[in-house]
């Protein structure tokens, strides 16, 4: 089957910085993609991966391993706002989403 | 201005009850989608249509029924509610198909289906 694995919940401290983890076994690779998801809202689009390496854009980078079916997301200098859920999905041979369910970052003063 | 409105936000109905929940976009995609977010937060496909025609069917009961009257529109209707069927459900919509370059979702508010 395909899976997506990520931590349920981390917790971090303003200012500080913090890598959420996701690692995935699924048929073929697409693309992996992080949205952030604040409780009771929609999720909205981070990033997005294809090549091995990392892309940065602000605070928040990516990672990509391909041949280790890995990825994290690092946040920098975290602000309270940024407490939310991160998902991370998976875009498999057949082009079909796969999603994790999700790390819960609790951001503490 | 809002990109992906859905209505409405909460239902509360009894089990066997029939309920639409609505969506529209003004973003000028051609692709929609439906996705259940269930108690574990899991985000499940079900449903995608591309210029109101329907490209992905996951195994959904046939009590879920999608329609699209046009691109900017995908509603959902729900025959015979049941407990299972209480979850969050989220309408998006993206600018290609799954399989055009990185095709970012845009996602609803999403709408609390309870049932009773």
């Known amino acids: 089957g395909q899976n997506i694995d990520q931590p349920t919940e981390m917790t971090a401290t303003e200012g500080a910085i913090v890598q959420i983890n996701c690692t995935y076994q699924t048929s073929g690779f697409n693309g992996l993609f992080w ?13 997005y991966n294809v090549l091995d390496g990392l892309e940065e854009k602000g605070r928040f980078s990516s990672f990509l391993s391909r041949s280790k079916g890995y990825s994290y997301l690092l946040l ?5 706002k940024d407490s939310a859920s991160y ?23 | 201005d809002t990109a992906v409105s859905q209505t409405p936000k909460y239902l509360v109905t009894q089990m066997g009850n029939d309920k639409s929940i609505k969506c529209e976009q003004n973003l000028g995609h051609d692709t929609m ?8 937060k899991f985000l499940k496909i079900m449903f995608s249509y591309n210029n109101k025609e329907l ?7 046939n009590r879920f029924s999608p329609k699209s009257p046009d691109k900017a529109h995908l509603n959902l209707h729900i025959n015979s509610l049941e407990l299972g069927d209480s979850a969050v459900y989220f309408c998006a919509s993206s600018q290609g198909t799954s399989s055009s370059g990185a095709n970012v979702l845009t996602f609803g508010a999403g709408s609390r289906l309870t049932v009773l």
Not at chain 1, 35 to 47: D, I, K
Not at chain 2, 33 to 40: A, C, E, G, T, V
Request: charged residues 20%; positive net charge.
């Open chain 2, 33 to 40: 989608y439906w996705y259940k977010q269930d108690s574990k």
């Open chain 1, 35 to 47: 949205y952030q998801q604040h409780a009771g809202e929609a999720p909205t689009f981070l990033s």
């Open chain 2, 55 to 61: 490209i992905i069917n996951e195994t959904v009961p």
């Open chain 1, 76 to 80: 920098k200098e975290l602000q309270m």
């Open chain 1, 87 to 109: 998902l991370c999905a998976v875009r498999d041979s057949n082009y079909q989403l796969i999603w994790g369910a999700g790390t819960k970052l609790i951001i503490k003063p």
